[in-house]
């Protein structure tokens, strides 16, 4: 919930006009404080740990967006495919998930 007393003050007739660009930005991040706050609790070094801090920028590329044929694998991920890889970080955490699921019906 953002308010801006300031600007209420200076403009009185001031109309604050939320656009899907500002809901997906705060989403995102939302998402990424969801990921940081996971990755404090968990042990460093350990699978989960290590998941959410090499592939996270792939859990922020729109779903639709993703190339699972040309998906270059990393260190971790030897075998695996793309979607294999996205239910592993995905279900780290519920709210993890939910956030990355909330922001992906958004950003479509």
């Given at each position: 919930?953002?308010?801006?007393?300031?600007?209420?003050?200076?403009?009185?007739?001031?109309?604050?006009?939320?656009?899907?660009?500002?809901?997906?930005?705060?989403?995102?991040?939302?998402?990424?404080?969801?990921?940081?706050?996971?990755?404090?609790?968990?042990?460093?070094?350990?699978?989960?740990?290590?998941?959410?801090?090499?592939?996270?920028?792939?859990?922020?590329?729109?779903?639709?967006?993703?190339?699972?044929?040309?998906?270059?694998?990393?260190?971790?991920?030897l075998t695996e495919s793309l979607p294999d890889i996205l239910d592993q970080l995905l279900n780290v955490d519920p709210v993890f998930k939910q956030t990355?699921?909330?922001?992906?019906?958004?950003?479509?």
């Amino acid at each position: 919930n953002y308010t801006y007393p300031k600007t209420r003050i200076i403009f009185q007739n001031v109309i604050v006009v939320v656009d899907k660009f500002h809901i997906v930005n705060v989403l995102n991040r939302v998402f990424i404080k969801t990921r940081v706050r996971i990755m404090k609790k968990s042990v460093p070094f350990s699978r989960k740990f290590k998941d959410l801090t090499t592939n996270w920028k792939l859990l922020l590329v729109p779903h639709e967006q993703l190339d699972f044929e040309r998906f270059r694998k990393g260190v971790i991920f030897l075998t695996e495919s793309l979607p294999d890889i996205l239910d592993q970080l995905l279900n780290v955490d519920p709210v993890f998930k939910q956030t990355y699921e909330v922001l992906n019906k958004l950003q479509a």
